[in-house]
């Protein structure tokens, strides 16, 4: 098979990958485009991610580009965009959705409606550009005015050169292969990284226990604390540029009383490169390649109905590391067989 794969032609092996390039896009669609006119203002105020501050007075600037193409030429530092939309364009209960703001020159924070949703690169004092990260964000529907207005309000900082939400799509999507998910765990997770490179580790149940139990700015004994971070998304453009060694990602969700007795499986997209996952500090599976999807079986004896704890050991020695691609939730097992058969 390996020879046969040698064997195809440059030009078609480039059309080949295309086509399967392609097809991971159009899982996508969009929802509510949010190209066009933004509000826009220098300086930098926490008080403006409120949905109810008046914007009245800021400029008005077109994204996506560049902002010195649109009139704030050499300006470097802080600003902030703000944007409203209709809830009623999202009211589908089988959709989930993300918010896409293409390529953000050069650091981001995403808020909907007051509430964080995301943000890639660092910002100063730890300064560290994200310019050639897509941006994802997952829009929990709790954060989400269904029968009403929105506000997104996104804070950015630019070192040099152009800055701003500079390219790319911008907009509300809805993914298809989210459809079948019984849970969907997009979004923000607690995240702290080890500091070393520890290899294949276990761990017993009473560390386990602690991690699961520890508050998000608690330190462990190398000083290392429990930050937010996106999920999917590398951690290389979420403020640990360069960073080769182990993390642990955490995240505590609800599962309803109506999937009591059903057979459910996790999936986790792809993660680069090892990892370790345990479900209510009990291991559920183990994968070794980056580039594998992570599907683990979850039987009814396993989760709870009400609060349960993810906790995810990943070990990268070296690229990009962490849990960078989709999809992550939880779907009943009968669902999952259907989804597998006809997923492209």
């Avoid at 390039?21 to 403006?48: H, T, Y």
């Avoid at 809805?174 to 995240?191: C, P």
């Amino acid at each position: 098979m390996k020879k046969e794969y040698q064997s195809i032609p440059f030009i078609i092996l480039c059309l080949l990958l295309n086509i399967q390039r392609s097809a991971a896009q159009d899982k996508w669609e969009m929802i509510v485009n949010l190209k066009g006119n933004w509000k826009f203002a220098i300086g930098d105020n926490k008080r403006w991610t409120e949905p109810d501050f008046s914007d009245r007075e800021w400029e008005n600037i077109l994204v996506p580009s560049n902002w010195e193409d649109e009139g704030f030429n050499g300006y470097n530092g802080h600003a902030w965009y703000r944007k409203t939309f209709e809830g009623s364009a999202l009211n589908n209960s089988k959709w989930t959705f993300d918010l896409f703001l293409g390529y953000i020159d050069d650091v981001d924070e995403v808020y909907l409606n007051g509430h964080k949703i995301g943000g890639s690169g660092s910002f100063p004092p730890k300064y560290h550009t994200a310019y050639n990260a897509s941006r994802k964000y997952h829009m929990p529907g709790e954060y989400i005015n269904f029968n009403g207005k929105n506000v997104i309000a996104v804070r950015v900082y630019d070192a040099e050169h152009y800055g701003g939400i500079v390219s790319g799509q911008v907009g509300i999507f809805t993914n298809k292969d989210d459809e079948d998910l019984a849970i969907n765990l997009r979004g923000i997770w607690d995240f702290k990284i080890t500091g070393r490179n520890e290899g294949y580790q276990e761990f017993d149940k009473s560390y386990l226990l602690n991690l699961s139990q520890s508050a998000n700015e608690e330190k462990d004994n190398n000083g290392k604390r429990w930050v937010n971070i996106t999920v999917p998304g590398v951690w290389e453009h979420q403020g640990f540029n360069d960073y080769n060694g182990s993390a642990w990602y955490r995240k505590t969700f609800t599962i309803p009383a109506s999937l009591k007795g059903e057979d459910l499986i996790l999936m986790l997209g792809k993660i680069d490169d090892y990892d370790k996952t345990y479900l209510n500090g009990k291991l559920v599976g183990t994968t070794n390649h980056y580039n594998k999807l992570r599907i683990y079986n979850i039987t009814s004896d396993m989760f709870n109905s009400g609060t349960n704890t993810l906790l995810i050991y990943v070990n990268d020695p070296q690229g990009y590391g962490g849990i960078y691609d989709s999809p992550i939730g939880l779907m009943k097992q009968s669902d999952f067989t259907r989804y597998f058969r006809w997923r492209k």
